[in-house]
């Protein structure tokens, strides 16, 4: 079906580039190394996910980077000063989706450009972090040590790691709320056409703030994943990570215009990510930063894709 | 009185001046101006100095920004031509004590802004040719560019040696730094061009009704070219600036959240993003309040990572007054009895 | 039982106003069951304006509607479904990235219990949708994406949700525009159909054939008055267009002829063989001669803007040539149309017409600044010249030439527009409806002014719905309908003549 070929696209790159890695480098292709795809990319892949709402409704949000940073410091600060650990995670998501739902409400209400609200949204969850603490804070709760080290087996002498398992039952989660939900649904309206969506009666003033809640709490959560994978907080974490997230997205083949794309794509795309990393760091020679450029590059090449898919199919302004 | 409160710079210049007003209260050597080493020297100076680079690219998205483009991949432009021109420069000790240059100085430099240009003129193809939204297609030079300059410095910072070139960031003419008069200079040659050519007359139309300008027979794609072209540029020469001030260059951090400061500083010069009507002096006012925004709180011994929420604030309210939606509220609420029977969407 | 069907909605005495114009006043509307009712008038006559109020987009200033006898005041298109009253707009489009059954069902989704999943239930929602659409007639599968649709289908479709709701009255506004002779069959079998399930339907057009082909009965607004309501059986297509253009001034006086500055044998100035576009233009060709002014007449949809905008380069065009004094030509765009002596004064003089920041001087001026390029700078001192002489001359009023163009009346920003193009001493000027919304005097002086052009040697190429206008300035007149050649009439023809051509239709 021609709706699925970007998806398509975007999973067979990857089957390329790991293949690529199997038949280049011994031992690339174990069940482990794959993964740790996931393990590693886990914060990346829970944010990607919110941003992918986002940029589905038409929107994008840039605070996501600084939100994880915020939500690790406020996390160590917590939990130095004793809080409960389940407590501290639950504060977290609250403030997160609050910020979130603050920058959607300025977004709708008053018509502001997303990339503006959420750019102001990164200059300031940036300096609170800075204000509460320039320092890195080490997290020493027994618990968030204990889920730190958690491994899951997975068969085969390979392992999960909790983060990594929020992060695909988030994936799996936000697959349901896209194509089984009226939320989600209105999302997509909202990203074929606003007007019409509008005249259609489907309530996208609600919709359009809670995409930014959605993506407030994706980032907090991330947060909190990270903080479990770095045990620390930390104000110049995440630094840039909104790229990254974008990136995925893009890559997973969602419209950066909105209105077509799909969650399942978005994990591939971080996927992807990763496995440029993993390839880089497996040949050596090359400088990390070269990932940067690829990045850049297939970045460059979907949206010029997307760009001719978007000539096809007329779209309602 | 009113003429006065409604020129366009008013807002802008108010702001500057308070800024200035309380640094002086709470530093009273702020002002203060002498004269050392063959130059002028004070806090004043400082900001002037610091502020170039900013004013410079600011200077450069001032003209994207009102034929209703954004180019968010400055910073990383800035960090390219740091890095080209530290490599042609380089600077190795000669036998004699003395510093060569790997490459002459101008050299160094002519490349340095025609790799920044092209960079530009990239982002202006992407934008007309691609018709890619300008946000996406200057995303893609922002993360594959610094990438770009970490290749071209392998990774390290690149120390120049060679003394000549530290006169850009570091040097004094005529009492003023020479970082300044480069600011100066553009400036006045932008004002030139934009007043003594057609070019502002169809920047302004292009951004202010695209179809109308077309209509009129303006060639907006060549100008919307040129434009991003010359944002690429100004960066280029910030780069310049930076890195011969740093006498380094750092693919890392160099121009590290540039492009949020120069939209910050075109929009709080009053510039509206939606395209149109602009003002280079606002631009320049804007980027001076950024940068004593910056000396202040640092001053005033206020702990400077206060500095980035103080700027999320002036966003936003530069963001809600620019509003048409919030300036209707606003008015709604200052006039609770005005009958609103009839006044639907 | 009785003659005419029962009344469902009645409208009575709408009248509302906008900052300075009156939209609409004295509207009444009778839309009875299993009826299509029309809706004419030209552009400005308080169609839109009608629609709006029915749907619950504006609230009325004065005047009542009855929904079956009872008072209502639609609050908001929601409110006025709920009312019974559903729409399909010109701007109404199917999400082309969601499927067509998604498209029909949206907001209104059949969901799955919680005991089986929860969440939407898609096998219901093509079930239902496919139920829809056969019971109207519409051959679609449901699970296909509506992007790729063609138009007509897309519009079936769009139909299909309006009545999803039980719908007493549907609102079609100008559902054929883009639809071909098949196409259009399909849609009135699809009106037929609910037709005889007891919709009243009004039906907004400007296709005359259309009207008579479908339409038990009409009502006219012009310049947002009611001009009466008919049955379509007792008003034939002279006299609706009679009705629908009418006549502003009282009795039309022939102009001097401009013969003296038309050169016979030297090639036409501007010459369109075969020009067409898919969708807005059927091939035509015209020729202008230097000193001639050419009539455009047609109602609205004939397709003369979009010939205009073809002759312009604004568009590009599929098929055919255009030569300069016989030479062939290449127009990438606007830019080049201007470099090559063209001036176009665009219909939509908000959208595409001024800069609504620019000073007034700086709005005259930008074209012909446009032409001589970005280095040969028209000085403040020239720019002031040039502007203030054509001020004058057309009478412009504005507190002065450094004012924002957009604070000027909309009679005075479209003067300064034909200003702008006067400045570059076109050799083919096209006047897209250049006396819309300009007072009667005004006209006149835009008349003369248009005379002294042609006079000048200039050709003029003038588009209007105001037939009596076409009528008195023009050397030849070409008529459109439906976006295709109709005719040609001399000079001296009479506007009843003009009324006949765009008239003539295959209805009986």
């Given at each position: 079906?021609?709706?699925?070929?970007?998806?398509?696209?975007?999973?067979?790159?990857?089957?390329?580039?790991?293949?690529?890695?199997?038949?280049?480098?011994?031992?690339?292709?174990?069940?482990?190394?794959?993964?740790?795809?996931?393990?590693?990319?886990?914060?990346?892949?829970?944010?990607?996910?919110?941003?992918?709402?986002?940029?589905?409704?038409?929107?994008?949000?840039?605070?996501?980077?600084?939100?994880?940073?915020?939500?690790?410091?406020?996390?160590?600060?917590?939990?130095?000063?004793?809080?409960?650990?389940?407590?501290?995670?639950?504060?977290?998501?609250?403030?997160?989706?609050?910020?979130?739902?603050?920058?959607?409400?300025?977004?709708?209400?008053?018509?502001?450009?997303?990339?503006?609200?959420?750019?102001?949204?990164?200059?300031?969850?940036?300096?609170?972090?800075?204000?509460?603490?320039?320092?890195?804070?080490?997290?020493?709760?027994?618990?968030?040590?204990?889920?730190?080290?958690?491994?899951?087996?997975?068969?085969?002498?390979?392992?999960?790691?909790?983060?990594?398992?929020?992060?695909?039952?988030?994936?799996?989660?936000?697959?349901?709320?896209?194509?089984?939900?009226?939320?989600?649904?209105?999302?997509?309206?909202?990203?074929?056409?606003?007007?019409?969506?509008?005249?259609?009666?489907?309530?996208?003033?609600?919709?359009?703030?809670?995409?930014?809640?959605?993506?407030?709490?994706?980032?907090?959560?991330?947060?909190?994943?990270?903080?479990?994978?770095?045990?620390?907080?930390?104000?110049?974490?995440?630094?840039?990570?909104?790229?990254?997230?974008?990136?995925?997205?893009?890559?997973?083949?969602?419209?950066?215009?909105?209105?077509?794309?799909?969650?399942?794509?978005?994990?591939?795309?971080?996927?992807?990510?990763?496995?440029?990393?993993?390839?880089?760091?497996?040949?050596?020679?090359?400088?990390?930063?070269?990932?940067?450029?690829?990045?850049?590059?297939?970045?460059?090449?979907?949206?010029?894709?997307?760009?001719?898919?978007?000539?096809?199919?007329?779209?309602?302004? | 009185?009113?003429?006065?409160?409604?020129?366009?710079?008013?807002?802008?210049?108010?702001?500057?001046?308070?800024?200035?007003?309380?640094?002086?209260?709470?530093?009273?050597?702020?002002?203060?101006?002498?004269?050392?080493?063959?130059?002028?020297?004070?806090?004043?100076?400082?900001?002037?100095?610091?502020?170039?680079?900013?004013?410079?690219?600011?200077?450069?998205?001032?003209?994207?920004?009102?034929?209703?483009?954004?180019?968010?991949?400055?910073?990383?432009?800035?960090?390219?031509?740091?890095?080209?021109?530290?490599?042609?420069?380089?600077?190795?000790?000669?036998?004699?004590?003395?510093?060569?240059?790997?490459?002459?100085?101008?050299?160094?430099?002519?490349?340095?802004?025609?790799?920044?240009?092209?960079?530009?003129?990239?982002?202006?193809?992407?934008?007309?040719?691609?018709?890619?939204?300008?946000?996406?297609?200057?995303?893609?030079?922002?993360?594959?560019?610094?990438?770009?300059?970490?290749?071209?410095?392998?990774?390290?910072?690149?120390?120049?040696?060679?003394?000549?070139?530290?006169?850009?960031?570091?040097?004094?003419?005529?009492?003023?730094?020479?970082?300044?008069?480069?600011?100066?200079?553009?400036?006045?040659?932008?004002?030139?061009?934009?007043?003594?050519?057609?070019?502002?007359?169809?920047?302004?139309?292009?951004?202010?009704?695209?179809?109308?300008?077309?209509?009129?027979?303006?060639?907006?794609?060549?100008?919307?070219?040129?434009?991003?072209?010359?944002?690429?540029?100004?960066?280029?020469?910030?780069?310049?600036?930076?890195?011969?001030?740093?006498?380094?260059?750092?693919?890392?951090?160099?121009?590290?959240?540039?492009?949020?400061?120069?939209?910050?500083?075109?929009?709080?010069?009053?510039?509206?993003?939606?395209?149109?009507?602009?003002?280079?002096?606002?631009?320049?006012?804007?980027?001076?309040?950024?940068?004593?925004?910056?000396?202040?709180?640092?001053?005033?011994?206020?702990?400077?990572?206060?500095?980035?929420?103080?700027?999320?604030?002036?966003?936003?309210?530069?963001?809600?007054?620019?509003?048409?939606?919030?300036?209707?509220?606003?008015?709604?609420?200052?006039?609770?009895?005005?009958?609103?029977?009839?006044?639907?969407? | 039982?009785?003659?005419?069907?029962?009344?469902?909605?009645?409208?009575?005495?709408?009248?509302?106003?906008?900052?300075?114009?009156?939209?609409?006043s004295g509207a009444q509307l009778t839309l009875r069951a299993g009826e299509v009712h029309a809706l004419m008038g030209q552009n400005g006559a308080g169609k839109s304006t009608l629609i709006k109020i029915l749907t619950g987009v504006c609230t009325p200033d004065a005047g009542s509607i009855e929904m079956l006898g009872k008072a209502v005041t639609p609050e908001s298109p929601i409110h006025a479904q709920e009312l019974g009253i559903s729409a399909v707009h010109q701007e109404s489009h199917l999400?082309?990235?969601?499927?067509?059954?998604?498209?029909?069902?949206?907001?209104?989704?059949?969901?799955?219990?919680?005991?089986?999943?929860?969440?939407?239930?898609?096998?219901?929602?093509?079930?239902?949708?496919?139920?829809?659409?056969?019971?109207?007639?519409?051959?679609?599968?449901?699970?296909?994406?509506?992007?790729?649709?063609?138009?007509?289908?897309?519009?079936?479709?769009?139909?299909?949700?309006?009545?999803?709701?039980?719908?007493?009255?549907?609102?079609?506004?100008?559902?054929?525009?883009?639809?071909?002779?098949?196409?259009?069959?399909?849609?009135?079998?699809?009106?037929?159909?609910?037709?005889?399930?007891?919709?009243?339907?009004?039906?907004?057009?400007?296709?005359?054939?259309?009207?008579?082909?479908?339409?038990?009965?009409?009502?006219?607004?012009?310049?947002?008055?009611?001009?009466?309501?008919?049955?379509?059986?007792?008003?034939?297509?002279?006299?609706?267009?009679?009705?629908?253009?009418?006549?502003?001034?009282?009795?039309?006086?022939?102009?001097?002829?401009?013969?003296?500055?038309?050169?016979?044998?030297?090639?036409?100035?501007?010459?369109?063989?075969?020009?067409?576009?898919?969708?807005?233009?059927?091939?035509?060709?015209?020729?202008?001669?230097?000193?001639?002014?050419?009539?455009?007449?047609?109602?609205?949809?004939?397709?003369?803007?979009?010939?205009?905008?073809?002759?312009?380069?604004?568009?590009?065009?599929?098929?055919?040539?255009?030569?300069?004094?016989?030479?062939?030509?290449?127009?990438?765009?606007?830019?080049?149309?201007?470099?090559?002596?063209?001036?176009?004064?665009?219909?939509?003089?908000?959208?595409?017409?001024?800069?609504?920041?620019?000073?007034?001087?700086?709005?005259?001026?930008?074209?012909?600044?446009?032409?001589?390029?970005?280095?040969?700078?028209?000085?403040?001192?020239?720019?002031?010249?040039?502007?203030?002489?054509?001020?004058?001359?057309?009478?412009?009023?504005?507190?002065?030439?450094?004012?924002?163009?957009?604070?000027?009346?909309?009679?005075?920003?479209?003067?300064?527009?034909?200003?702008?193009?006067?400045?570059?001493?076109?050799?083919?000027?096209?006047?897209?409806?250049?006396?819309?919304?300009?007072?009667?005097?005004?006209?006149?002086?835009?008349?003369?002014?248009?005379?002294?052009?042609?006079?000048?040697?200039?050709?003029?190429?003038?588009?209007?719905?105001?037939?009596?206008?076409?009528?008195?300035?023009?050397?030849?007149?070409?008529?459109?309908?439906?976006?295709?050649?109709?005719?040609?009439?001399?000079?001296?023809?009479?506007?009843?003549?003009?009324?006949?051509?765009?008239?003539?239709?295959?209805?009986?």
């Open positions: 079906m021609k709706r699925l070929l970007p998806l398509t696209v975007t999973i067979a790159l990857f089957v390329a580039m790991a293949a690529f890695g199997a038949v280049r480098y011994e031992g690339f292709l174990s069940l482990q190394v794959l993964l740790n795809l996931i393990i590693d990319n886990a914060f990346l892949c829970v944010v990607a996910v919110g941003m992918t709402f986002v940029i589905l409704s038409g929107g994008i949000d840039l605070s996501v980077g600084a939100l994880i940073a915020l939500t690790t410091i406020i996390s160590a600060t917590l939990l130095d000063l004793g809080w409960n650990p389940y407590a501290t995670m639950a504060t977290v998501l609250v403030l997160g989706a609050a910020f979130g739902a603050l920058q959607g409400f300025l977004i709708q209400r008053f018509n502001l450009a997303p990339f503006l609200v959420t750019l102001a949204g990164m200059f300031l969850a940036r300096g609170c972090c800075y204000l509460i603490s320039t320092e890195s804070i080490p997290i020493n709760d027994a618990t968030y040590a204990a889920i730190a080290q958690a491994r899951i087996p997975v068969g085969g002498g390979a392992s999960l790691t909790i983060g990594g398992l929020i992060a695909l039952a988030v994936v799996a989660i936000a697959m349901r709320i896209a194509h089984s939900t009226e939320f989600g649904r209105t999302v997509y309206a909202i990203g074929g056409g606003e007007s019409s969506a509008r005249l259609m009666g489907l309530s996208v003033d609600s919709t359009k703030v809670g995409v930014y809640l959605l993506s407030g709490l994706c980032a907090a959560l991330g947060g909190i994943v990270m903080t479990f994978y770095m045990l620390s907080g930390y104000s110049l974490h995440a630094v840039g990570l909104e790229l990254d997230a974008i990136a995925a997205v893009v890559i997973g083949g969602t419209l950066l215009a909105g209105g077509v794309g799909y969650v399942a794509g978005t994990l591939f795309g971080v996927l992807i990510l990763g496995i440029i990393q993993t390839l880089i760091a497996f040949d050596g020679s090359l400088s990390s930063w070269w990932t940067r450029i690829v990045v850049g590059a297939l970045l460059l090449l979907f949206c010029l894709l997307q760009r001719l898919f978007e000539g096809r199919t007329p779209r309602a302004s | 009185m009113k003429r006065i409160t409604q020129h366009p710079l008013f807002w802008p210049v108010i702001t500057l001046a308070l800024l200035l007003v309380v640094s002086a209260l709470f530093q009273p050597s702020f002002l203060a101006l002498t004269w050392r080493d063959g130059h002028l020297y004070g806090s004043v100076i400082d900001i002037l100095n610091r502020a170039a680079p900013l004013m410079v690219v600011s200077l450069g998205m001032t003209l994207v920004i009102a034929v209703r483009g954004l180019d968010i991949s400055v910073g990383a432009v800035v960090a390219i031509s740091a890095a080209v021109a530290a490599l042609l420069v380089g600077g190795s000790f000669s036998a004699t004590g003395e510093v060569q240059a790997v490459h002459p100085l101008w050299v160094a430099l002519a490349s340095a802004l025609a790799v920044a240009a092209a960079c530009g003129w990239w982002n202006g193809l992407l934008v007309v040719k691609a018709g890619m939204q300008p946000i996406v297609a200057t995303l893609i030079l922002m993360v594959a560019g610094r990438g770009i300059a970490q290749l071209l410095t392998g990774g390290q910072i690149i120390t120049v040696y060679y003394p000549p070139f530290f006169t850009l960031g570091n040097g004094f003419f005529l009492g003023l730094p020479v970082a300044l008069w480069v600011a100066g200079a553009l400036w006045i040659a932008l004002h030139l061009v934009l007043s003594r050519t057609a070019l502002g007359l169809f920047v302004r139309s292009i951004g202010g009704n695209p179809e109308a300008a077309r209509v009129a027979g303006v060639r907006s794609s060549a100008i919307t070219l040129c434009v991003y072209t010359f944002c690429g540029l100004a960066a280029g020469v910030a780069g310049l600036i930076v890195s011969s001030n740093v006498k380094s260059a750092d693919a890392n951090n160099a121009g590290q959240l540039l492009e949020l400061d120069a939209i910050l500083a075109v929009t709080l010069g009053g510039t509206a993003l939606t395209g149109g009507r602009f003002t280079l002096a606002g631009t320049v006012i804007g980027a001076l309040i950024i940068q004593t925004l910056t000396s202040m709180i640092y001053s005033l011994g206020v702990p400077p990572e206060v500095n980035l929420v103080v700027k999320a604030v002036l966003v936003f309210t530069v963001m809600m007054l620019q509003s048409a939606e919030f300036r209707q509220l606003v008015a709604r609420l200052a006039r609770p009895d005005k009958s609103l029977a009839g006044n639907r969407r | 039982m009785m003659d005419s069907p029962a009344v469902v909605l009645q409208a009575r005495d709408i009248a509302r106003a906008f900052p300075g114009v009156q939209a609409l999400l082309p990235n969601l499927s067509v059954a998604e498209n029909i069902c949206a907001g209104r989704y059949p969901r799955r219990p919680w005991t089986r999943g929860g969440g939407i239930d898609w096998r219901e929602t093509e079930r239902r949708a496919a139920e829809l659409l056969a019971g109207l007639g519409i051959n679609l599968d449901v699970t296909q994406l509506a992007g790729p649709l063609p138009a007509a289908l897309q519009q079936l479709a769009t139909v299909a949700r309006a009545v999803a709701t039980d719908a007493r009255v549907l609102i079609l506004d100008e559902p054929t525009s883009s639809l071909d002779a098949d196409e259009v069959q399909a849609l009135f079998a699809l009106i037929r159909r609910l037709r005889d399930k007891g919709v009243a339907i009004l039906f907004v057009t400007h296709f005359l054939d259309q009207v008579y082909e479908i339409c038990d009965r009409m009502t006219i607004l012009r310049n947002g008055r009611f001009v009466g309501e008919y049955a379509c059986a007792k008003l034939d297509a002279h006299g609706l267009v009679a009705a629908m253009v009418g006549r502003e001034l009282a009795a039309s006086e022939r102009v001097p002829s401009t013969q003296t500055a038309t050169k016979g044998d030297a090639p036409p100035v501007l010459a369109a063989r075969n020009i067409s576009r898919r969708g807005q233009l059927k091939p035509l060709d015209l020729e202008l001669k230097a000193g001639e002014v050419l009539g455009l007449a047609g109602l609205l949809g004939s397709g003369r803007t979009e010939l205009a905008r073809l002759l312009f380069a604004l568009d590009d065009r599929d098929t055919g040539d255009i030569a300069i004094d016989g030479k062939p030509v290449e127009l990438d765009g606007p830019a080049d149309a201007l470099r090559l002596g063209l001036g176009f004064c665009p219909e939509d003089r908000k959208h595409s017409g001024i800069v609504a920041d620019m000073t007034v001087r700086e709005n005259i001026a930008l074209a012909l600044q446009a032409r001589m390029g970005l280095t040969k700078f028209l000085t403040l001192a020239e720019q002031r010249q040039i502007a203030t002489k054509l001020v004058e001359a057309l009478g412009i009023k504005a507190a002065s030439i450094e004012t924002p163009i957009g604070q000027l009346s909309g009679g005075n920003q479209q003067k300064a527009i034909i200003a702008r193009w006067l400045a570059t001493h076109p050799r083919v000027l096209i006047l897209d409806e250049p006396t819309r919304g300009i007072d009667i005097a005004a006209k006149q002086e835009l008349m003369n002014e248009i005379l002294e052009l042609a006079r000048g040697g200039t050709a003029v190429l003038f588009i209007s719905s105001e037939i009596d206008e076409v009528v008195r300035v023009s050397d030849r007149i070409l008529v459109l309908r439906d976006r295709a050649r109709a005719g040609e009439l001399p000079r001296g023809a009479t506007e009843d003549a003009v009324y006949s051509v765009i008239a003539a239709t295959h209805h009986p």
